[in-house]
């Protein structure tokens, strides 16, 4: 009777530590970032509004952090709106407690609806997010440049954001 009670609470004990065990110490470990582009500029226009959401997360669970991201971003000109759809790798250096430095770079579609621009991107980015009193909120300043494959003429474009970064595994 012992030996029944002592392998049912061996058993159960396994069976409830184990996903303690897989979840990360970071509460950022997945996150969701929502963020205003101060300036989006492409060769001879500067964009009127624009927006960028990413999703973040991470494999390796030892610094530095490196995962997978997905981004797509709205950026409204004079003329009309550009839509970009990118996905990639981004490396995190958790190295401060308040300041948290990340580069990453993503490939993906650039669309043009009034250009009829359909086009291959690749982008280069370098931010930094800043831990609040919050647990809950990061706010993030990112710098990107994305090099557009246009057949007629390729071209490179600038960005500089700035956003809140929420966790998505709480």
């Not at 582009?37 to 509004?49: K, M």
């Not at 580069?103 to 831990?131: P, S």
Request: some cysteine; glycine content about 10%; charged content about 15%.
């Amino acid at each position: 009777m012992k030996t029944r009670i002592i392998l049912s609470l061996t058993v159960l004990l396994l069976v409830t530590v184990h996903p303690a065990l897989a979840q990360s110490r970071d509460p950022y470990f997945t996150t969701f970032s929502a963020n205003y582009d101060f300036v989006y500029h492409e060769p001879g226009a500067t964009s009127n509004a624009g927006a960028h959401f990413d999703v973040a997360s991470t494999w390796k669970r030892d610094a530095p952090f490196i995962g997978p991201v997905g981004e797509v971003g709205f950026n409204h000109f004079d003329g009309g709106t550009i839509v970009s759809l990118m996905g990639g790798l981004r490396v995190r250096a958790n190295t401060d407690y308040f300041v948290l430095p990340y580069g990453q770079f993503t490939v993906g579609l650039y669309h043009c609806g009034v250009c009829d621009l359909n086009d291959f991107a690749l982008q280069g980015g370098a931010g930094v997010d800043f831990r609040t009193s919050s647990k809950n909120v990061r706010i993030r300043v990112q710098f990107d440049i994305r090099h557009v494959f246009d057949p007629v003429r390729g071209f490179n474009a600038e960005r500089l954001s700035a956003g809140i970064v929420l966790p998505l595994n709480k």
